[in-house]
């Protein structure tokens, strides 16, 4: 299934739309590393019903866990760290997520410029939907890290 910032290019999988959600399991991988698992708990009609209205639903994985994701290299800036579904920063061309955390140079979750999740989109690299992006002072510097992201639903 193909999860993007835009709906348009989602893919029509019928588990989208009719699998009851309880726990997410994610795991992001970059090229023959492979990622880890983790369990998102959040109780839904189905993965559609939580990320296509757009609503911010927040998490509690952690930064810690999300960056864990990718493995030692993963960056990101060390304010704002909004994850959940749907994170998005204030200013509508930085950041966002439908699944994941974003993160800020400023102690606000306004320009942000670093991601790690699934269908994402936004500066610095609108085009990384599936990824760790992260540009202007993060933790471990510039980087841009494209990944295969896999979503089981339970």
């Not at 866990?65 to 290299?73: D, F, N, P, R, V």
């Amino acid at each position: 299934m193909i999860i993007n910032w835009l709906p348009s290019v989602w893919t029509p999988n019928q588990s989208l739309f009719s699998v009851k959600c309880e726990i997410l399991d994610v795991e992001l991988e970059e090229g023959r590393r492979s990622g880890k698992l983790t369990a998102i708990s959040k109780q839904a009609d189905s993965l559609y019903s939580l990320i296509a209205d757009g609503q911010y639903r927040v998490t509690s994985l952690s930064r810690d866990a999300w960056k864990a994701l990718i493995g030692s290299q993963a960056y990101l800036q060390y304010y704002c760290n909004k994850e959940g579904f749907n994170a998005v920063c204030s200013w509508s061309k930085h950041s966002k997520a439908r699944i994941g955390i974003v993160g800020n140079k400023y102690d606000d979750c306004g320009a942000c410029d670093s991601r790690i999740g699934f269908g994402t989109r936004g500066y610095p690299d609108d085009l990384n939907t599936c990824c760790n992006v992260a540009k202007w002072y993060p933790d471990n510097g510039d980087k841009y890290i494209k990944v295969v992201g896999c979503i089981l639903v339970q």
